[in-house]
């Protein structure tokens, strides 16, 4: 099918986010943390409403006012890239043809093993997703684009945003592949498969399903240098987004990653990785050779803190996050960690806020690979 064209973008970005990211309003207030708590890492606090510089690394603290970057709003005289919408159906893929829980069930604690969740409702199901396709106006065509893959697509606030960015010669021309989920959410269900398994599977999805689409439905040609290539992401699409990049860096360089679900949330269990993407963390990251790779992370002060039925500790979004900053400056990686005040779980207005500039820190140091003859 012909994908169409959409040049017309002016929606509700703010209920469709909530929508997208798939915020979980029934789960009661969590606590506002103090980022200047003992054992979170070291931070440097920024006046109200600036940002990190995009040249700078290490650990930030914003807020509580969070208005939008002038790039996070139409700019009239800014040429507006062309998107590209199709869906793919379920029984068209050879790696997720499809599951889901059923309503109103979770599933239990394993007696044995607190961390380890049962879900018995889990079955074969079959789904539609959404992709939908940025290219700049400044792409030239029959050339290799940088490309940013976004999870919980469609993600227009990020189109917009790379629209000005790119006008603005603060980022490359890059296209964005903004690929909606398989549906429902955390254990047991089609999201939580893709998103929450810690493993290559998703990015080998990407890369062998959906990547070959785009290029054909949208006539472009996409880079094969992992340091063109970005994946993006917020909850469980922002550990998605760490962990394609982990398991596969010969694809990926480049993660950004809103209130990253770095807990306990794969199913079924594994073994090898016990703790889920808790585990990075823990133990995978402070014992594995150091990655080539960049990271940009976010965190709400409101963030959630979910012990569930499992009360295995390792379902606090804010101490997971806070972790993950510590071990990343253990290890020397290329990072920035933003504590945002006044904020909730992939906070819109936080996203609208820092966007522009995390997209030009993640990109900094990027140079087009050569192309050999």
Avoid at 92 to 114: L, V
Avoid at 349 to 358: I, N, Y
Wanted: hydrophobic content about 35%; overall charge negative.
């Amino acid at each position: 099918m012909k994908p169409t064209k959409i040049i017309n973008r002016t929606i509700a970005l703010g209920a469709l986010f909530y929508m997208v990211w798939g915020v979980n309003t029934a789960m009661a207030q969590p606590p506002i943390r103090d980022p200047h708590t003992p054992g979170y890492v070291p931070a440097t606090e920024l006046p109200d409403g600036a940002n990190p510089s995009p040249s700078s690394n290490g650990n930030f603290i914003i807020g509580p006012t969070h208005d939008p970057a002038p790039e996070s709003m139409v700019q009239a005289s800014v040429p507006q890239g062309t998107i590209y919408r199709f869906t793919m159906d379920s029984k068209d893929s050879k790696i997720y043809p499809g599951i889901a829980r059923e309503p109103n069930t979770f599933g239990t604690a394993d007696p044995a093993n607190p961390a380890k969740l049962i879900v018995t409702t889990s079955h074969p199901a079959s789904y539609t997703r959404q992709v939908a396709v940025y290219v700049p106006k400044q792409y030239v065509a029959g050339t290799a684009a940088p490309f940013i893959v976004g999870a919980d697509g469609p993600d227009n606030l990020l189109f917009m945003v790379l629209d000005n960015l790119i006008a603005e010669d603060k980022v490359p021309a890059m296209i964005a592949i903004s690929i909606g989920n398989g549906s429902g959410d955390a254990q047991g269900s089609e999201r939580g498969l893709e998103y929450d398994t810690m493993s290559g599977v998703y990015a080998e999805f990407v890369e062998n399903e959906i990547l070959p689409l785009v290029e054909s439905k949208c006539q472009v040609k996409l880079t094969k240098d992992p340091g063109g290539r970005a994946a993006t992401g917020g909850s469980s699409g922002g550990s998605c987004a760490l962990i394609m990049a982990w398991y596969h860096p010969e694809w990926y360089h480049r993660v950004l990653t809103y209130s990253g679900t770095y807990i306990n949330q794969q199913w079924p269990w594994n073994p090898e990785t016990p703790q889920g993407a808790w585990g990075f963390h823990e133990n995978i990251i402070p014992e594995s050779p150091k990655k080539p790779l960049r990271i940009w992370m976010e965190v709400g002060d409101q963030d959630l803190f979910n012990p569930n039925v499992m009360r295995d500790d390792m379902h606090d979004w804010v101490v997971a996050n806070e972790k993950m900053a510590k071990v990343l400056a253990a290890k020397n990686y290329q990072y920035q960690f933003v504590f945002a005040r006044n904020a909730r779980h992939v906070d819109n207005k936080v996203r609208k806020q820092t966007l522009p500039e995390a997209l030009e820190w993640l990109w900094k140091d990027y140079r087009p690979a050569k192309v050999t003859q």
